[in-house]
C-alpha cells in the first residue's frame, strides 16, 4: 500500500521537472531567431549559420563570435574564435558539476558534454534526488539543443530576405548582438561583483576600440573579469561567512 502510495507522487515530480525543463527550453530557444538573423546579417549564410548552432551551441559564445566577426570581418576571426573560447571555459566547470549526476560511460558523457550548458545545469542541480536531476538535465538540454537550431534556421531565413531588401542596418539587425547578449547577461547580475566587472570590462572594451583591431579590446576586457574572480576582491566577506549561508540562495541561478 505505501509503494503504491509513493507512486502518484513520484509521477507528478517527474511531471514537474518536465515543465520545467521544456519551459526553460521554450524560453531559452526563442533567442535563437536573434542569433540567427544576426549571424546572417555579420556575413554568414544560411548552412554556416546552422552549423555553427549544431556544433558551437552555446548562446553566450555564439553571439561573441558573430559580434566579432561582424565588426571585423575575416581578419577578425583568430579574435572572435577567441572570444566565444574564453565564454565557453565556464561549461568545463558545469561539466566538473554534473559528472556525477550523468554517471559514468564514455558515451553517456560525451553527449551529455555537448547539452552541458547554463540551463540544462540550472535544472539538474535544482533537483533533490539524482533521478530526477538526470531527467531535468536531458529534457532542458535536448530540448534547447532541437528548439535552438529550429529557431536559429527560422532567424537566419529571416535576415537572409531582410538582407536582400534592405540590409542589416535599415532593419537593425546590426544591433541585434549588442541587445541579445545583454538579454542574456542582465539576469546573471546579481551580485555587487558581476556588476562591478561587467561595468569595468565595458569601460575597457569601449577604451580600446578605437586604438586596437576588431576583438583584441574584448579580449582584454575579459582580463578584468578573469583577475577580479581570481583574487575575488569584491566577495570576500561573502566567502568568508562560507558556503552554507548562500547556497540555498544560489542554487538555482546556473550563472
Given amino acids: 500500500m505505501r509503494a503504491a502510495a509513493h507512486l502518484p507522487e513520484v509521477q507528478r515530480r517527474r511531471r514537474e521537472v518536465w515543465r520545467e525543463g521544456l519551459g526553460v527550453a521554450i524560453a531559452t530557444s526563442a ?17 554556416q549559420t546552422c ?3 549544431l556544433v558551437m551551441f552555446t548562446g553566450g559564445s555564439q ?4 559580434g ?9 576571426l583568430p579574435s572572435a574564435i577567441a572570444s566565444a573560447g574564453l565564454l565557453g571555459v565556464r561549461n568545463l566547470a558545469y561539466g566538473m558539476r554534473m559528472s556525477p549526476i550523468i554517471g559514468s560511460g564514455f558515451r553517456r558523457r560525451a553527449v551529455a558534454s555537448h547539452f552541458t550548458i547554463d540551463e540544462s545545469t540550472a535544472v539538474a542541480i535544482a533537483q533533490d534526488d539524482p533521478r ?32 536582400q531588401v ?13 541587445a541579445a547578449f545583454l538579454a542574456l547577461l542582465w539576469p546573471r547580475l546579481r551580485r555587487r561583483q558581476a556588476v562591478v566587472v561587467g ?22 576586457a575579459a582580463l578584468v573579469a578573469f583577475v577580479v574572480g581570481w ?5 570576500r566577506d561573502r566567502a568568508a561567512t562560507g558556503p552554507s549561508a548562500w547556497s540555498g540562495r544560489d542554487a538555482g541561478s546556473g550563472s
Fill in 166 to 178: 534592405g540590409g542589416p542596418k535599415a532593419w537593425g539587425l546590426d544591433a541585434a548582438a549588442a
Fill in 68 to 76: 566579432v566577426f561582424a565588426a571585423g570581418g575575416v581578419a577578425a
Fill in 231 to 235: 583574487f575575488n576582491w569584491l566577495d
Fill in 31 to 47: 533567442y535563437g531567431i536573434s542569433f540567427g538573423a544576426l549571424a546572417v546579417a555579420s556575413g554568414l549564410d544560411v548552412w
Fill in 199 to 220: 561595468a569595468a570590462a565595458a569601460v575597457v572594451a569601449a577604451t580600446l576600440t578605437p586604438v586596437l583591431m576588431p576583438g583584441l579590446p574584448v579580449l582584454v
Fill in 132 to 163: 530526477l536531476s538526470r531527467l531535468g538535465f536531458w529534457v532542458t538540454g535536448v530540448g534547447i539543443y532541437l528548439g535552438w537550431n529550429l529557431t536559429t534556421l527560422i532567424g537566419a531565413l529571416l535576415g537572409d530576405v531582410l538582407d
Fill in 51 to 53: 552549423v555553427l548552432s
Fill in 63 to 66: 553571439f561573441a563570435f558573430v
